[in-house]
T-cell receptor, first 113, second 114 residues
Framework: GAVVSQHPSRVICKSGTSVKIECRSL??????MFWYRQFPKQSLMLMAT?????????EQGVEKDKFLINHASLTLSTLTVTSAHPEDSSFYIC?????????FGPGTRLTVL | GENVEQHPSTLSVQEGDSAVIKCTYS??????FPWYKQELGKRPQLIID?????GEKKDQRIAVTLNKTAKHFSLHITETQPEDSAVYFC?????????????FGKGTKLSVKP
C-alpha cells in the first residue's frame, strides 16, 4: 500500500509556457500533500504544503503566483509552474502523507529551454 | 524553524564494513525522524524511522538511534553491500495530528566498494 504516482515523469517546454504536474495517492486518501524541488546533487527543498479543500501553505521564498497548487480531492494535488523559465528546470517531487509517514511520488524532471 | 544538519556529505566504505551517518536538529519539538534512501533519478524511499518516545530501532542491517537531549540521531548500516550505494537523507518533523512538515538534511552519498 501507500503508492503515490506523479505525471508526467518528464517534460521539456519552451520558456514562457506553463506546465502542470499531477500527484495522486493511488490506494489511500491524503489530506495533506507536499511539493518539493530538488536540484542536481542537492537535498529536497520543501516548496509548499497542500491541504485538501484549502489554500496551500508556501515556504519562504517560494512565489505562490508562480507555483500554483490545487488540492481538489483527497487523492489529487496539482502543481502548475506558470511562465516557466530555464532557472525553473529541476526535479519536482510530491509526497502524500498517511499518518506521520510521507510517501513520495517518482518525480517529474522539468527542463525549460 | 527547524534546521537539520547531516554529516558526512560523502562516505566510502568497503563491502562488509559498517556505515554511520549522523544528523542533528534544532527544534526540540520535533518528534519524528525518518531516513530516506534515494538512488539517482528516483524517488526517496523510506528505509527506517524513529519517533521521539524511542531511543533505538533496528530492522535487519539498518538501525537508527535517537538522543533527544543532544538533539541528534544516527543511521547505522552493518554488513554493507554494493546495492546500499545511494544518497541517504535524514529528516525531522514536528508531527501533530495528521500533519507534519519534513525538513531534510543535505544528504550523504554512500559508496560501497566491492
Amino acid at each position: 500500500g501507500a503508492v503515490v504516482s506523479q505525471h508526467p515523469s518528464r517534460v521539456i517546454c519552451k520558456s514562457g509556457t506553463s506546465v502542470k504536474i499531477e500527484c495522486r495517492s493511488l490506494d489511500f486518501q491524503a489530506t495533506t500533500m507536499f511539493w518539493y524541488r530538488q536540484f542536481p546533487k542537492q537535498s529536497l527543498m520543501l516548496m509548499a504544503t497542500s491541504n485538501e479543500g484549502s489554500k496551500a501553505t508556501y515556504e519562504q521564498g517560494v512565489e505562490k503566483d508562480k507555483f500554483l497548487i490545487n488540492h481538489a480531492s483527497l487523492t489529487l494535488s496539482t502543481l502548475t509552474v506558470t511562465s516557466a523559465h530555464p532557472e525553473d528546470s529541476s526535479f519536482y517531487i510530491c509526497s502524500a502523507s498517511r499518518a506521520d509517514t510521507q510517501y513520495f511520488g517518482p518525480g517529474t524532471r522539468l527542463t525549460v529551454l | 524553524g527547524e534546521n537539520v544538519e547531516q554529516h558526512p556529505s560523502t562516505l566510502s566504505v568497503q563491502e562488509g564494513d559498517s556505515a554511520v551517518i549522523k544528523c542533528t536538529y534544532s527544534d526540540s519539538a520535533s518528534n519524528y525522524f525518518p531516513w530516506y534512501k534515494q538512488e539517482l533519478g528516483k524517488r526517496p524511499q523510506l528505509i527506517i524511522d524513529i519517533r521521539s518516545n524511542v531511543g533505538e530501532k533496528k530492522d535487519q542491517r539498518i538501525a537508527v538511534t535517537l538522543n533527544k537531549t543532544a538533539k541528534h540521531f544516527s543511521l547505522h548500516i552493518t554488513e554493507t553491500q554494493p546495492e546500499d550505494s545511494a544518497v541517504y537523507f535524514c529528516a525531522a518533523s514536528t508531527f501533530r495530528g495528521s500533519q507534519g512538515n519534513l525538513i531534510f538534511g543535505k544528504g550523504t552519498k554512500l559508496s560501497v566498494k566491492p
